[in-house]
């Protein structure tokens, strides 16, 4: 008998049946308002929690410890896999993917049960109750069909190891967060639901959710920017985003998510949205759930899919589930969430952000369907007809350039109503610098259309933007504070609006990025020999020949790189090194070696397609501008976003009043 396993198993199977005690509890609470019953099922709650991180743990154990008579850890590890890499094999396939999802979830509405539910007395058994069968329909496939704790029937003394497309750091940091953001999802659907069947549809439950729907929105976020740097860095073919089905599913709840934070603020502000709001919440969790179905089901093919198992059907209809519930929940109480208001005038702020939500919804379904374009075509006409990276590209990048437009209006104009004079002092001066710039960049050559629109309106953006926190450091400083002092007084003074507009700019800065990358990369093809020189852009590029490198970690049996020493105006600049990586148990597998040459203005990037025997390679080099500036974006749009979830410092309602004022009256 395995210790750990059993310790594993038994510790899944608790927490289901504390889980689902505690969902039915909860809803009995609901409807009898049994208080003893209500601490029961919340101690039944947290207790399964625990037991859920107890198999984490579990798991965690055997794989640290080579325990290949667990069939799952000798799928995934072996014993010449270093320690992070052994860490990182927990979530590297399907059963320890779920269970990871199962115990972030689980842990995160114990959270919320126990933060939450006292402010929430009004929906407590609700709130317990709902969360509790949210984890339980979670725990379900590791109990009786996906279990990492099945013991192997052949075991294998050094086990298989990981697969090598994932021996890589970025295994340590993309996969969690994006399990992770995707699982948090829950937090907003279960308070949306509790709120819903409860009967409390107003203000209350909005201020509640809005903490979680940072923290998943946040954590998701981190989640797919550092999927993106993982493909640039390691998967070797030129960029950060292929449109992937499953980047796809990873993209899609966070579109809503992000609709949410938006119009959160309009129902605060004018009791607008209530039915809205409650929408997409749901959404959100739904499409993360067809996220968890997608990658499972075999649905569609992608580099990031798990094998076709029964998973995949279950999850299907837990989708089905949530949707009929959600929607169920909505007709329900439809009568209950009319708005308190309706809008004064489309030149509003409140306007622009219902404008920006059902731009960000209208994105979402083109990337939803197509996704599943190649479903629907099979059905319809028997051929799998796939959706390229050309549709989404010419598809969605004009409702980007569309997003960063609305971003700059929503900055500009004041809530409810905007006069002209004060639109136009507003706008003003960053529409002339906008217009100076694209005359610029006109007449230094760029011509593309898409080029200057999307640069212009995130130039419009930035400055926008740069508009507020000048006027907010400004009105902050007549008590004499220096600048600077005055600048990061407004994150501690108002951290969700400043936070907010430092997401904002790192949105700019990261789509100027995006532009200038996809618009303006050079790429050549050579075949080349040792000595031989060629060009890419403005760089000239010399092979010296392949080396090899053995006795490296991680089951990599060898290395071999293509030297290329890169010269610009006849100065070398870098050597880099792409190659493959070669695995012992992995053989006929390699994964790619990226040559990467990094700097604020441009990357050289390049990987080898292949070689002979003479060591004559087949090169792809390639000049990506502006790589460096999505990264630096990414990390200050994180840096804003979690400001934006630290709570408002209580400032005097003076204070508040005179900065706001001054801010909003500027110009005017």
């Known amino acids: 008998m395995n210790t750990t396993a059993t310790v594993g198993a038994a510790a899944v199977l608790t927490a289901l049946g504390t889980a689902g005690f505690a969902a039915v509890g909860g809803l009995f609470v609901a409807r009898t308002g049994n208080q003893r019953l209500l601490s029961a099922s919340v101690r039944a709650f947290t207790l399964s929690s625990g037991f859920v991180v107890l198999a984490a743990a579990s798991l965690l154990t055997a794989l640290l410890r080579d325990d290949f008579s667990i069939a799952y850890v000798a799928n995934v590890s072996s014993v010449d896999l270093e320690t992070p890499m052994k860490v990182a094999a927990f979530y590297s396939s399907q059963a320890g993917s779920l269970l990871y999802w199962a115990t972030v979830m689980s842990v995160l509405l114990a959270a919320l049960v126990v933060m939450v539910g006292p402010r929430m007395a009004w929906a407590a058994g609700q709130l317990v109750g709902i969360s509790g069968l949210v984890v339980t329909a979670f725990l379900v496939p590791l109990a009786f069909m996906a279990s990492p704790f099945r013991l192997s029937e052949t075991l294998l003394v050094d086990g298989q190891g990981l697969n090598p497309l994932l021996v890589d750091r970025g295994m340590l940091v993309h996969p969690p967060m994006l399990l992770g953001g995707l699982a948090s999802t829950a937090a907003p659907f279960v308070l949306g639901a509790a709120a819903l069947a409860a009967g409390r549809v107003d203000g209350a439950w909005i201020r509640l959710v809005r903490p979680w729907a940072v923290f998943g929105w946040l954590v998701l976020s981190v989640g797919n920017v550092l999927g993106g740097w993982w493909a640039y860095t390691v998967l070797g073919w030129g960029g950060y985003w292929g449109w992937d089905p499953v980047e796809n599913s990873s993209l899609l709840p966070l579109l809503p998510l992000t609709a949410l934070l938006h119009s959160t603020m309009v129902q605060e502000r004018r009791g607008m949205l209530k039915l809205w709001n409650l929408g997409l919440v749901f959404t959100a969790f739904a499409l993360a759930v067809f996220g968890t179905f997608n990658v499972r089901s075999g649905l569609v093919t992608s580099v990031h899919s798990f094998a076709q198992s029964s998973v995949g059907p279950y999850f299907l209809v837990l989708l089905a589930l949530t949707l009929?519930?959600?929607?169920?929940?909505?007709?329900?109480?439809?009568?209950?969430?009319?708005?308190?208001?309706?809008?004064?005038?489309?030149?509003?702020?409140?306007?622009?952000?219902?404008v920006n939500n059902y731009v960000l919804l209208a994105i979402a379904l083109i990337v939803l369907g197509g996704t599943l374009f190649p479903v629907f075509s099979e059905l319809i006409d028997d051929s799998r007809i796939t959706v390229g990276p050309a549709f989404y590209n010419r598809v969605v990048g004009p409702l980007l350039i569309a997003l960063l437009i609305l971003t700059a209006l929503g900055t500009l104009l004041p809530w409810r109503r905007a006069a002209g004079q004060t639109v136009l002092a507003r706008s003003r001066d960053p529409m002339l610098v906008t217009l100076v710039l694209v005359g610029a960049l006109f007449a230094l050559g760029m011509r593309d259309p898409f080029a200057l629109a999307g640069i212009a309106s995130a130039a419009l953006v930035l400055l926008v933007t740069a508009r507020e926190f000048f006027l907010g450091a400004r009105a902050a400083q007549r008590g004499g504070a220096p600048v600077a002092t005055a600048v990061l007084g407004l994150f501690d003074r108002d951290p969700r609006r400043y936070g907010g507009y430092m997401v904002h700019i790192a949105f700019a800065v990261m789509a100027i990025a995006v532009v200038s990358s996809h618009v303006y990369q050079q790429r050549v093809r050579v075949?080349?020999?040792?000595?031989?020189?060629?060009?890419?852009?403005?760089?000239?590029?010399?092979?010296?020949?392949?080396?090899?490198?053995?006795?490296?970690?991680?089951?990599?049996?060898?290395?071999?790189?293509?030297?290329?020493?890169?010269?610009?105006?006849?100065?070398?600049?870098?050597?880099?090194?792409?190659?493959?990586?070669?695995?012992?148990?992995?053989?006929?597998?390699?994964?790619?070696?990226?040559?990467?040459?990094?700097?604020?203005?441009?990357?050289?990037?390049?990987?080898?397609?292949?070689?002979?025997?003479?060591?004559?390679?087949?090169?792809?080099?390639?000049?990506?501008?502006?790589?460096?500036?999505?990264?630096?974006?990414?990390?200050?749009?994180?840096?804003?976003?979690?400001?934006?979830?630290?709570?408002?410092?209580?400032?005097?309602?003076?204070?508040?009043?005179?900065?706001?004022?001054?801010?909003?009256?500027?110009?005017?």
């Open 324 to 354: 009929v519930g959600s929607i169920a929940l909505l007709i329900w109480r439809a009568p209950q969430l009319r708005a308190d208001s309706d809008f004064v005038s489309l030149v509003s702020r409140d306007a622009v952000m219902v």
């Open 527 to 668: 075949s080349v020999a040792p000595g031989d020189v060629f060009e890419v852009g403005a760089y000239t590029v010399t092979y010296g020949g392949l080396l090899e490198r053995r006795g490296l970690a991680n089951g990599i049996e060898s290395e071999v790189v293509a030297a290329l020493r890169v010269f610009r105006d006849g100065r070398e600049v870098a050597t880099i090194e792409p190659g493959r990586r070669f695995f012992s148990r992995y053989p006929g597998q390699p994964s790619a070696v990226v040559g990467l040459h990094t700097s604020l203005r441009e990357d050289v990037y390049a990987f080898v397609e292949g070689w002979d025997d003479t060591q004559r390679a087949q090169l792809q080099v390639m000049v990506n501008p502006l790589v460096a500036w999505l990264w630096i974006g990414a990390a200050f749009y994180a840096a804003g976003g979690v400001i934006a979830f630290l709570p408002t410092r209580a400032t005097s309602p003076r204070t508040r009043e005179a900065v706001a004022a001054a801010v909003s009256g500027a110009g005017t």
